[in-house]
């Protein structure tokens, strides 16, 4: 059979692609050859054509490579290429780095390149117009009509007109200045915040937390929201927004358990596009950027969110270039096409230097938000960095979640603006102001010590530290001699709607959950730190004296403080029988 000559259709090359395929396999591989060398050949070869001219995956990879290396001012050479490649773990598409040695060592001078650059372009042309006929073909087959025929006839003209007038050469360059009559005519304090009023169409955020805040469901809720047509935290409804969302963090099972509890299905996801763990090489090379880009192109996304940022990089978290590179290959052209972006980062063992890693991690986003949970359900989100400063800086949240059984109520999770029943600037929950109100309706005397507080806190379920627990117990202290103390005939029962009571007792049988998608350990409020049992007394709530020469009172046995003890009183105000 070995003089059996294969029908055409059937022959193909080393790669697999099929021979009939319109392409120039010598010419391409002489424009690679010439623009591993020479920074003015790649320049002058882009002016041309453009990566999806290129037929062979391996030839478009390393065109990718160069690429990235010109952008970053790099002098582009085959040992370079070799190197970015292998970083990005994609050296098996290009035989294990055979196939750069052997162009790098077809050295093609870089003024005879844009002949050969021009012919790889007119082959694609030829290609592009092959699957339009092709495409007619199937048409035809299915059973179209003349005018849906027609239509595919001028979207495919129409596409290649667009591509001659802005696809290569200056055009597309001097295409970024600036028209000044439509600069100054445009209003953009007038423009409209996207939903929730956290960012600005075009704009680029980060959401910061640790991994006890849930970002992850909040984001996911609010780009569903946004992405159906829905209001979030009390915005009004806009017209759905086109959302793309990568997530390297988050196991299937936890999306479909959280888009459920949020109220979503298969008929009402709007314009969500979801990429669960997408193969895309590292964002912060050239090969990484184009690959982002293709997937907004197919799903014509308006705003793109990476779910979590440093899973989705090369470079290390500590690393400048990292961020600059991650910048230059996917967010700048994000930016430069008025793609919305949102990325999900780690906050930092210091939470108070923010997200972890590099400071230039913030250089380049318009607005950084910090998510905090402050325990039974309450939630702060707080703008630590902005360009603009246009719309709310600080959202206090509620997490409400309803559980049915053993899942979670379909259309029961939510995050809301906390809203106050008086007219009052209530406390955020969490602040002293919060904890020394709950104290007071749990009826602890305004004298009680450390210890009282903390045991009291304890059994409130209500984390502070040492330091915090001193500063309550001053202030409440100095209030003893002036107002007298407001006491509950309860301890105060409830937290926020959907959450577990602050004071209910941990018997094991509550679930261990308090939202969805969260494992035991992982919940939106963060568990208590243990404290050391109360020293007590005769009485329910005294405290062992730390300075037993102080005296006490008569009834209570706390000690005395401020007037009552220099007048030399025996009791303290609560007790005084006059």
């Not at 054509?49 to 030839?59: I, N, T």
């Not at 991994?211 to 017209?239: I, V």
């Not at 259309?411 to 602040?431: C, F, L, N, Q």
């Amino acid at each position: 059979m070995a003089n059996v000559r294969p029908f055409p259709h059937q022959q193909a090359d080393h790669d697999g692609l099929n021979t009939r395929a319109p392409h120039d396999a010598e010419a391409e591989a002489l424009v690679i050859s010439a623009v591993m060398h020479d920074t003015g050949a790649y320049q002058a070869c882009a002016a041309i054509l453009d990566r999806e001219d290129f037929y062979k995956p391996a030839h478009r990879l390393i065109w990718d490579t160069v690429a990235g290396l010109v952008a970053a001012g790099t002098p582009p050479h085959p040992a370079l290429v070799r190197t970015e490649i292998e970083r990005a773990r994609c050296l098996h598409e290009v035989e294990g780095g055979q196939l750069i040695y052997r162009l790098g060592s077809e050295y093609l001078p870089g003024s005879t390149a844009p002949h050969f650059a021009q012919q790889v372009a007119n082959k694609a042309r030829e290609r592009r117009f092959d699957v339009h006929a092709n495409n007619l073909k199937i048409a035809v087959q299915n059973g179209k009509s003349g005018d849906e025929l027609s239509s595919l006839v001028a979207d495919f003209q129409q596409a290649e007109q667009l591509r001659e007038a802005t696809g290569h050469g200056p055009s597309h360059l001097v295409s970024t200045l600036l028209d000044w009559g439509t600069f100054f005519a445009t209003d953009f304090g007038s423009i409209q915040l996207l939903p929730g009023r956290l960012m600005g169409p075009g704009q680029q955020i980060t959401v910061v937390g640790d991994g006890k805040a849930g970002k992850s469901l909040f984001t996911q809720e609010w780009m569903w929201r946004m992405a159906s047509g829905q209001s979030f935290l009390g915005d009004k409804p806009q017209d759905p927004i086109r959302v793309l969302y990568l997530d390297a963090e988050n196991g299937q099972e936890q999306v479909q358990e959280r888009l459920l509890s949020f109220g979503a299905g298969p008929r009402n996801m709007g314009e969500l596009r979801y990429a669960s763990f997408p193969p895309v090489r590292p964002l912060d090379t050239a090969g990484g950027g184009v690959d982002l880009m293709s997937m907004v192109k197919a799903t014509q996304a308006e705003l793109v969110v990476i779910d979590t940022v440093s899973r989705f990089i090369s470079g290390g978290e500590n690393d400048a270039d990292t961020w600059l590179n991650l910048y230059r290959h996917t967010l700048l052209p994000l930016k430069r096409d008025r793609i919305s972006s949102v990325r999900l980062d780690h906050r930092g063992k210091d939470s108070e230097r923010g997200a972890r890693g590099s400071s230039a991690k913030t250089q380049d986003v318009d607005h950084v938000w910090e998510l905090s949970a402050l325990g039974g359900g309450a939630l702060s989100l707080k703008r630590t960095h902005t360009r603009t400063g246009i719309g709310p800086d600080v959202f206090n949240l509620v997490r409400q979640a309803r559980r049915d059984g053993d899942g979670w109520a379909h259309g029961g999770t939510r995050h809301i603006v906390m809203e106050w029943e008086t007219s009052d600037a209530a406390p955020v929950p969490g602040s002293d102001e919060e904890i020394i109100a709950r104290l007071d309706r749990a009826g602890v005397p305004l004298t009680a010590g450390n210890r009282t507080v903390k045991g009291k806190l304890a059994e409130l379920q209500i984390a502070a530290g040492s330091e915090k627990v001193a500063r309550i117990v001053k202030a409440r202290q100095n209030r003893a001699a002036d107002v007298p103390p407001e006491r509950s005939p309860e301890a105060f029962q409830e937290t926020f709607p959907g959450n577990v009571p602050g004071n209910g007792q941990r018997d094991g049988k509550a679930p261990g959950q308090t939202f969805p998608g969260n494992a035991e350990g992982t919940p939106g409020t963060p568990p208590v730190p243990p404290s050391p049992p109360s020293r007590r007394g005769d009485g329910e709530g005294t405290s062992r004296t730390d300075t037993p020469d102080t005296p006490l009172c008569t009834v209570c046995h706390e000690p005395l403080h401020g007037y009552r003890l220099d007048r030399g009183y025996t009791t303290c105000l609560q007790h005084d029988a006059a």
